[in-house]
């Protein structure tokens, strides 16, 4: 009965395929290095709505249309769809899903949402509960700013440390038992990892150790090494948290390095965009994902990667009270062959 | 391959068994009717903890580890955990998890998590991913007022159709392959439902729509009728609600009222303890369930349930914006049988 390869692994039987894809950005992720890889962006990050949180919700929506209509699907042929976002009551996803009629289970996992709805998705379509499934998560850079930090308008100074919220979101759909490459073969669920950090802008050093704990047991429970995947790319642990992680599989004396990236230091040219460490948020690993890596996968410059959105699951008010950053990362491969 | 009765109704092959249960709950609670049903309660709602926060996070472990403790397991066997709560970036449950060394999945479905955490971790072991897994949902009454209403101090007053969030956390452990009653046989994931309630004090019209969508599509992908259960219970309706939901069967000729109850009811003495219309908050559904319910299921006065939670999906911002509620039920049914 039991299929795991290990207590957090499992490899998937019957491995779906991502036969959709969709991503909706920002002017400034537009602007950024992967602009040709998203579906659209909006020049004024409101796409037309009075509110930025409004807007968030449209950004779920369109890159759900564009993904359902690359699979040549609707809505109501979907058994259920996982989504997740930032803000407060995950209401970017929930409201972006009550026009659609869709089974609808919503997660919350920072910026690791996309890594968790795209597991728990693929769990779920391996079982036979369902055909086809659809994982979206989402982010802007304006609601998120409000509500974690401070006013747009008051123009707080962001220290060195800092990244930059994408404002991007990112829909994939999933078919049960896949035909058609690429395929989701294995799944490796993050335990919570808190090494102490209490600077809520420096959040790449927080997470680094939760990405360093889902890899290193992806490695251990599949007995794999980071030779097996063309690239092994983090959520958005930035430039400051990609060192660190590239620090920790040294000590252990594995050399990530050179198949090794993070979607937050892909999704932005931090010199010229000025965003310090680089991009985060729920839609930075989706966006950068479903856009530029999965068309990589396509076109067979990579064959199977690594994928593992990492997340800060810390609030304002646990700061507030002094609180340390738990965080967490899922692990999920995507490759062009079944295993 | 494909398992499901119908688009939203699975039926599992291999029902997990629930072989632990905790409930820990604050002293309003304690002091309601269902007050011998619960393992633990808290004179001061802090539970020793110097915030509410951390004391709604100190409820979600003890839960789990009397939950463990009556499973004679520990968080080392559990193969994942699912937790969830009300509060802004579910820090309740992270929290709380940060020292378990459990892989972990976050979700939020506002007051119907516990039906989401049962539903998906039953459809994992059902799937064979894992042996052993843990729901765990909590809510806290001052954790909850300050962050969706006013600070406490301000003694706001209350309309008649509010409900009292719940100081209360719930755990369950699941064992897959279940070999003792009681067992998770069937599963309905919800869709989202919004009639355009615009009041946040009247929780329990908002949701009645989404529990009979989600237990109405359950009747019909099943085929069962009210009358194939010992009980029908929702989440948190509270009396309104509860009201509103029989009146929607009765619309289709189904009269669910002798056998169907509301948790949201059942966790106070409405008249005694000026709780207006009853209970809510993820712990509501979570406690009475796990303390109660289950109980009535051990001693065979219930044989056969079916339990849907129901969750609320709006914050304080979207009410702000004058958007209505969308709503979620998922509906589980737990049996002394497998079918």
């Known amino acids: 009965m039991r299929k795991n390869l290990g207590r957090q692994t499992m490899k998937l039987e019957h491995p779906p395929s991502i036969v959709g894809h969709g ?30 949180e409004k807007a968030e919700s449209s950004m779920q929506e369109q890159a759900l249309d564009k993904a359902l209509s690359r699979a040549e699907k609707t809505a109501d042929d979907l058994d259920f769809m996982m989504a997740g ?14 026009s659609r009629n869709v089974p609808f289970l919503g997660l919350y996992g920072a910026c690791s949402t996309m890594g968790e709805s795209l597991a728990l998705s693929s769990l779920l379509l391996n079982g036979g509960f369902g055909s086809y499934a659809a994982a ?23 220290p060195p440390t800092a990244q930059w919220t994408a404002t991007a979101a ?36 927080a997470m680094a150790p939760a ?19 063309d690239l092994i790319v983090t959520g958005d642990l930035g430039s400051l948290g990609k060192d660190i992680l590239i620090d920790f599989f040294n000590d252990e ?44 996968l396509k076109n067979r410059e990579l064959n199977r990667i690594l994928f593992c959105p990492t997340g800060a699951l810390l609030s304002p008010t646990t700061t507030q009270q002094g609180e340390s950053i738990p965080s967490v990362a899922h692990a999920v491969v995507i490759s062009n062959s079944k295993d």
């Open 170 to 205: 990112g829909a994939l759909i999933l078919q049960a038992d896949g035909t058609a490459p690429p395929y989701v073969t294995h799944v490796t669920i993050g335990k919570i990892v808190d090494k102490g950090i209490t600077d809520a802008n420096s959040m790449g050093p």
């Open 211 to 229: 990405a360093f704990d889902t890899i290193f047991t992806h490695f251990k429970e599949t007995g794999r090494t980071p030779a097996d995947y």
């Open 136 to 158: 979206v998560t989402s982010s802007h850079f304006c609601t998120a700013e409000r509500q974690y930090r401070t006013p747009l308008e008051y123009g707080g100074q962001r």
């Open 253 to 296: 004396g594995m050399n990530i390095a050179p198949n090794y990236d993070d979607c937050g230091v892909l999704l932005f040219d931090a010199e010229k965009q000025d965003v310090h460490c680089g991009g985060s948020g729920c839609g930075c690993a989706a966006s950068v994902f479903a856009g530029y890596l999965l068309a990589r």
């Open 85 to 98: 976002d930032l803000l407060n009551q995950c209401i970017s996803s929930s409201f972006a899903a009550r």
């Open 23 to 52: 991503t909706i950005v920002g002017k400034k992720e537009h602007d950024g290095p992967l602009s040709s890889w998203f579906d659209d962006y909006c020049q004024d990050d409101r796409f037309g709505e009075d509110s930025w």
